[in-house]
């Protein structure tokens, strides 16, 4: 018989995710937010092999504040996506499963996105 007293709805906000699920999650909307910025990135390609005119105009764009912004974003989402891509590609091999194993593989997969994302950006930008 079920326990009457469990609650109809979660409280999502009062859940505590583990590590692991939040790099999942992470995983998830940094695929969504590479994938969305598809159009840009395309755009931004042809605007700097059509001609030297919007070659130039595409340069003054990106030296905006927001615009160095925004493509942070999207180096942190690919640099995430790519080492959270890693860990799941030996999690499905069996390699890291235990559960000391995969709350520090998702350490590392925070630390090296958040470090090669400074490391990378402070040169770019």
Partial sequence: MMNKKRPKH??????????PGFVSILHRVSGLFL?????????????????????????????????KLVLIGLLWSFLHHFCAGIRYLALDLNIGTSL?????????????SLLLTLLIGSRIC
Avoid: C
């Avoid at 598809?38 to 927001?66: F, N």
């Avoid at 520090?104 to 630390?111: A, Q, T």
């Fill in 100 to 112: 000391a194993q995969a709350r520090n593989s998702s350490r590392w997969v925070m630390g090296v």
């Fill in 10 to 19: 979660l409280a999502l906000h009062k859940i505590k995710l583990p590590l």
């Fill in 35 to 67: 994938f969305l910025s598809l159009p840009l990135l395309l755009w931004m390609l042809y605007a700097s092999l059509r001609s030297i005119e919007t070659y130039t105009r595409l340069l003054d764009i990106l030296h905006h504040p927001l615009s």
